[in-house]
């Protein structure tokens, strides 16, 4: 099972990015998933997370209003909608799901994975 982040990139701000995270592999089901951040010299913080069936999303009082995520079950797939950019938000940006996955014919274990992260940049 992997996740696979993209979307990242430079912006000026004022501006708008898409992330897009899909996860693939030996995957039974998909819960909880999201997407967390790191500045430079700080702490990996959470940004946004979203239930199974889209009804519940939980952000971070510093991205209310100017952040959207939502996921398509389909696809196995969690994006962020990231509008009116701000330099403080230049970060590299991972996505987060708590996956089952399939051992063999029979359910597996479930534990939170991890993309490999993508760096957003917002300049002033």
């Known amino acids: 099972v992997q996740l696979q982040a993209s979307g990242g990139g430079l912006v000026q701000a004022g501006g708008s990015l898409r992330l897009s995270c899909a996860a693939s592999?030996?995957?039974?089901?998909?819960?909880?998933m999201g997407w967390y951040r790191q500045a430079p010299a700080k702490e990996r913080e959470l940004v946004a997370t979203?239930?199974?069936?889209?009804?519940?999303?939980n952000y971070a009082d510093s991205v209310k209003g100017r952040f959207t995520c939502t996921r398509d079950n389909a696809r196995n797939t969690v994006y962020l909608q990231m509008n009116s950019l701000k330099p403080e938000d230049t970060a590299v940006y991972y996505c987060?799901?708590?996956?089952?996955?399939?051992?063999?014919?029979?359910?597996?274990?479930?534990?939170?994975?991890w993309g490999q992260g993508t760096l957003v940049t917002v300049s002033s």
């Open positions: 987060n799901a708590r996956i089952t996955r399939w051992s063999g014919a029979v359910v597996g274990d479930t534990r939170a994975y």
């Open positions: 592999g030996s995957i039974f089901s998909i819960g909880v």
């Open positions: 979203i239930t199974v069936g889209g009804g519940t999303t």
